[in-house]
């Protein structure tokens, strides 16, 4: 794949990896690969805005030469620090020996500590311009966004926002464009990247946005460092991001369990089916068999969330258990829920589950459901009865 006009003078120059299938270690995982967007301004200051992760270093390289065939970049703008957009930023820099570097404060330490390197490095602030030429680029701080070194670039003249991170998606194609894909599994891989990594992150996100959109300024596009480039709608992501921020809720339930003999299972399905026939919509995942990060997208607009586990050694089962570390650290707001379960004696994984209902906030929208051993037919129906209970709780909300 070549290097890309995105703009009069502003090319692609990421890279695609097709074949990646989790990331940040395993905490998410990447069933339609990602890529990595960089992009090179030329300008009479030639520019490029982040780089690639370090395996895709030559690759990246290989599209520059196609625009500039002697390496002669001016400017570095190093948006964020993380691995995937700087790897490729020694090599970029052993070529380039008199390109200044342009990040945050706590960007600069972050590479000093990675990279060891003796860069030319300028700090800049938010509100802070840097003229190219024709073209000034604008830098905004976007500190937890998602990390505290993070900033967006904005191109005035071309009315482009370069945010790094920030409305990007773990999805690797050979189309660059919103206009080019399939728009539904485009705001899937949104939402998924949005509630694995930056739901915790809600509030600070509303905020950025806000302030952003007080500065009045126009976006035509989006250029996010991941997969697809915002061009026809980029109101589309914003809009999204938005309501997400907020927590945002729709008349929807998840529901998640496991299981070890399968009454805990039953017990579910049986609870699936009560919330069905009150017409609410339901999904539900067994944590042992789906993987965690497609669970986790499915709550992101849900109102109501239902988890169960049977018990061992007075907690949940251990997959579950993984699932909820994971999930207590994204801090859902706005939501009720409830919590069942099979036991033999002790029953500890409703208790476990509802403790961490608690620290999350979620509200407690129900006494929780527990049956020990096997269930007889008065419970099936108490379980039928359990989620259709929840799902009108859910409806009055
Ligand atoms: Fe895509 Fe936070 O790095």
Not at 67 to 91: F, M, R, S, W
Not at 125 to 142: N, Y
Not at 282 to 292: G, I, S, Y
Not at 345 to 371: D, M, N, R
Request: proline share 4%; charged share 25%.
């Amino acid at each position: 794949m070549q290097a890309l006009k995105i703009l009069p003078d502003i090319y692609w120059v990421g890279a695609v990896d097709w074949n990646i299938r989790t990331f940040h270690g395993h905490t998410y995982s990447t069933k339609r690969g990602t890529t990595y967007n960089a992009y090179l301004i030329m300008d009479d200051k030639i520019t490029l805005v982040d780089a690639v992760y370090g395996p895709f270093a030559a690759e990246m390289i290989e599209k520059i030469k196609e625009i500039i065939p002697e390496q002669k970049i001016d400017y570095l703008i190093v948006n964020h620090l993380e691995l995937d957009h700087t790897g490729a930023l020694p090599e970029i820099i052993k070529l380039n020996p008199k390109v200044k570097l342009f990040c945050t404060q706590k960007c600069k330490e972050g590479l000093s500590r990675y990279y060891n390197a003796d860069w030319d490095i300028q700090v800049v602030h938010s509100g802070e311009k840097l003229k190219l030429g024709k073209r000034t680029l604008t830098f905004i701080e976007a500190p937890m966004i998602h990390w505290p070194d993070s900033m967006f670039t904005y191109c005035q003249d071309e009315q482009l926002l370069l945010p790094n991170d920030a409305f990007g998606q773990h999805y690797a194609t050979s189309e660059r464009f919103d206009d080019q894909v399939d728009l539904s599994i485009l705001m899937e891989e949104t939402a998924k990247y949005y509630a694995n990594i930056l739901w915790p992150l809600s509030q600070i996100i509303l905020k950025k946005i806000e302030e952003i959109q007080k500065l009045n300024i126009p976006i035509k596009m989006i250029a996010p460092s991941h997969g697809i480039i915002w061009r026809k709608d980029p109101q589309k992501a914003i809009k999204a991001y938005l309501s997400w921020g907020k927590n945002e809720t729709k008349p929807k339930v998840v529901v998640v369990y496991e299981s070890m003999y399968g009454a805990t299972e039953k017990m579910a399905r049986k609870i699936v089916q009560g919330i069905t026939d009150a017409g609410i919509s339901v999904k539900l995942f067994d944590a042992a068999v789906t993987e965690r990060t497609e669970i986790i997208a499915e709550m992101l607009e849900a109102g109501g969330f239902i988890i169960g586990s049977s018990s061992h050694d007075n907690d949940t089962l251990p997959t579950i258990a993984g699932f909820l570390h994971f999930f207590k650290g994204l801090k859902p707001k706005n939501r009720i829920g409830c919590v069942f379960g099979s036991y033999g004696w002790a029953g500890g994984a409703i208790k476990s589950i509802e403790e961490i209902f608690k620290q999350t906030g979620i509200e407690i929208a129900q006494p929780a459901l527990g049956v020990q051993y096997g269930l007889n037919e008065n419970e099936l129906r108490r379980c039928y009865e359990y989620g259709m209970e929840f799902a009108q709780k859910l409806r009055k909300r």
